[in-house]
């Protein structure tokens, strides 16, 4: 008696011909599936095989929708690559629909809170954290060796603090900063140093002589702070700024001194700060995946899509993002629009990112990594269908452009690149305090301002890679777990994480991504 296992293979629609291979290891030639179906190549695990015969320039279908044409006659057990396929071209943004479906309201989700520090803007962090904001990347070392000695120094001392980060980048000089496009990354470092996470306090480090003044970068105006109590400062008349150009810093040491000094004030409010019970509807929460696989679109993105819908009915705030990789699914989006202002708002984000990627050379298939096609995706297209599902059912209430902040609850659509550091940066300036991170080729990404949960789509992922991925998806394909089942997972998991009383694998590690400001103005 053979000991292998059966072959199993997972048709996402009735109307597929082809399914994709879900046995470790993928299956060898020869191998007959349960409908009798014999293999006539190796297939590796998530790539696809050929159901029936497929004829030359006929559609290859896969979630119901077509993912290309055959360029040559394929034959029913075949290996199905994307050297056998011609990508459609990109769907226009003409005559789309917007706002036709009109999905019963989901009951609301109640009783469910986590514990996290209230702030003075109304907003709830998750963490509560010192953050360095720094004008301009030749302040970077300076800073970072500064950071270090907080750490080891003075962080001992106030233990409500979870962490000391630099906000570093790679803007602030050089670069055209009144071009069209400039405001992106302007607002986007804005932003994130208004994040929840860290409570309100504006330390800013510079180096003087930079384009990006610190005031331009955060004009007093209406920025509230917040004082031991945790109720609002009047506005600050001066911004608390270090600048290493100043004639008081005599040498390198002056200039760290001067930062660790004055750190101090920022960690001892910080340090009073105490967590409150608070409701789920405070979550502010941006889904996205990296290293994408076959199995995204069937375990862990509709597992984060369930509880993406979990969310939605808590009253929580949901963005995803990532405008090439939802781009081929538009018409799905703007149908599920809450109104047609939201379709057109979504219209608008893509056809800007369509003209991006012209005056670059570049189109939406530029996407897909060497990583996604070995893990089984063809093309853009089908990684797409894939992608689209963390966003749920719930109706989209909401556009974002790239950089700005979040005001409203319910599901966002965040206009971001799909490169994994930009759109974090990215969500982060919107205002997430928690991420959700899916991936099935792997990646330890992470964030140091936000916890970062990462979930496997495949079991053999998450053995191999166990104190990586926080969440195990691949149990839905191995049928020891429905997407339900994993998607209350994930939530329950979420509020765990939210109240500091589990940390992700990420926080454990403390790994962390560096910031990627997307700067779509000329570099000088």
């Known amino acids: 008696m053979s000991d292998s296992p059966l072959p199993l293979t997972i048709r996402m629609h009735a ?304 963005m995803f993002s990532e405008t090439t990789e939802v781009r081929d699914g538009i018409a799905q989006l703007t149908s599920r629009a809450s109104t047609p202002e939201v379709a057109l708002a979504m219209v608008r984000e893509m056809a800007w990112y369509d003209a991006y990627l012209q005056r670059g050379g570049a189109d939406r298939s530029a996407n897909t990594t060497p990583g996604n096609k070995a893990g089984g995706l063809s093309n853009i297209v089908e990684k797409a269908m894939g992608s689209i599902v963390k966003s749920g059912t719930a109706p989209i209430t909401g556009v974002l452009s790239p950089g700005e902040k979040l005001k409203a609850k319910g599901l966002t659509y965040a206009a971001t690149p799909a490169s994994d550091f930009i759109c974090g940066t990215l969500q982060l300036a919107a205002g997430m305090n928690l991420h959700v991170f899916t991936t099935g080729r792997g990646t330890p990404y992470g964030l140091a301002a936000v916890p970062v949960i990462k979930v496997a789509t495949r079991s053999e992922l998450a053995r191999r890679w166990h104190d990586l991925m926080d969440i195990n998806a691949g149990r839905i394909a191995d049928g020891t777990a429905s997407i339900e089942d994993v998607g209350w997972e994930l939530f329950r998991f979420m509020l765990d994480v939210a109240s500091g009383r589990k940390k992700t694998w990420a926080e454990h590690w403390k790994l962390h991504n560096a910031l990627v400001l997307f700067n779509p103005a000329p570099v000088t």
Request: net charge negative; charged share 20%.
């Open 15 to 318: 109307d597929d011909n082809v399914a994709i291979v879900a046995n470790d290891g993928g299956l060898a030639a020869g191998s007959v599936l349960a409908d009798g179906l014999q293999l006539r190549d190796r297939v590796p695990q998530g790539h696809k095989v050929a159901l029936v015969d497929i004829a030359a320039g006929a559609p290859v279908r896969r979630y119901g929708i077509t993912i290309g044409s055959a360029l040559q006659p394929i034959v029913a057990g075949s290996w199905v690559h994307e050297r056998l396929l011609e990508m459609p071209a990109a769907r226009g943004l003409e005559g789309l629909p917007m706002a036709t479906v009109n999905p019963a309201a989901l009951p609301p989700l109640e009783g469910h809170t986590f514990e996290g520090y209230r702030n003075a803007d109304g907003s709830v962090g998750t963490r509560n954290i010192l953050a360095l904001t720094q004008t301009v990347q030749c302040v970077a070392g300076v800073t970072a060796f500064a950071v270090q000695r907080i750490k080891a120094e003075l962080l001992p001392r106030y233990p409500s603090v979870d962490d000391v980060v630099a906000l570093e980048h790679g803007y602030g000089c050089g670069v055209a900063i009144d071009a069209p496009g400039a405001e992106v990354p302007i607002r986007t470092l804005r932003n994130i140093s208004l994040n929840p996470n860290f409570g309100g306090e504006l330390m800013v480090v510079s180096l003087g002589c930079e384009k990006l003044q610190p005031e331009r970068l955060l004009p007093l105006g209406s920025i509230a702070l917040v004082d031991q109590r945790g109720a609002s400062q009047a506005r600050p008349e001066v911004l608390d700024v270090i600048r290493l150009q100043d004639d008081a810093h005599v040498g390198f040491m002056a200039m760290v001194e001067a930062i660790v000094r004055q750190a101090e004030p920022h960690l001892q409010r910080l340090n009073a700060r105490r967590r409150v019970t608070v409701p789920a509807s405070e979550l502010v929460v941006g889904v996205q995946c990296g290293g994408s696989d076959a199995f995204s679109g069937v375990t862990a993105n509709p597992a984060v899509g369930f509880c993406t819908d979990l969310l939605v009915r808590a009253g929580a705030s949901v």
